[in-house]
């Protein structure tokens, strides 16, 4: 097969996952519709090499830049603190929170302890484990 020069840049693989041929890829377009049409892509190694990719299926989660400025409450109703931004770990991401009182909040982004996360209102509902937000 040959590959043209003129690749569109839409996303880099981060790390694979399960045990079906998955990955984890962080977006790098503005357009996320173009993926609905691709059915492979090119990949290209660090070391340059490239190998044609088929897509079988994709879906989206909530965009790192999205969290950014939402507003993190207790599922009681407390309110935590600002999202600053999502920091890696290499494993689960951890919320960055700028508390309401000062100081700063690491919430990881489990499934179990971020239990909504509303973009359209701006929201992240927290159910976090005893002495998780205790300075």
């Known amino acids: 097969m040959k590959v043209a020069d003129d690749l569109i840049v839409v996303a880099r693989i981060a790390r694979t996952r399960g045990l079906r041929g998955e990955v984890v890829a962080d977006l790098l377009t503005d357009f996320p519709g173009r993926f609905e049409a691709l059915e492979s892509v090119v990949a290209i190694a660090p070391d340059g090499n490239r190998r044609s990719l088929r897509i079988e299926e994709h879906w989206f989660q909530v965009y790192e830049w999205e969290l950014a400025g939402c507003r993190v409450q207790a ?5 935590i603190g600002m999202v600053r931004e999502v920091m890696r770990t290499g494993g689960v991401e951890i919320l ?3 508390g309401d009182a000062g100081g700063e909040f690491l919430i990881p982004m489990a499934q179990e302890i971020c239990v909504e996360i509303d973009i359209d209102r701006k929201l992240v509902r927290v159910d976090p484990p005893e002495g998780l937000l205790e300075l």
């Not at 599922?75 to 309110?79: I, Y």
């Open 75 to 79: 599922t009681d109703g407390k309110s």
């Open 96 to 98: 960055v929170v700028a």
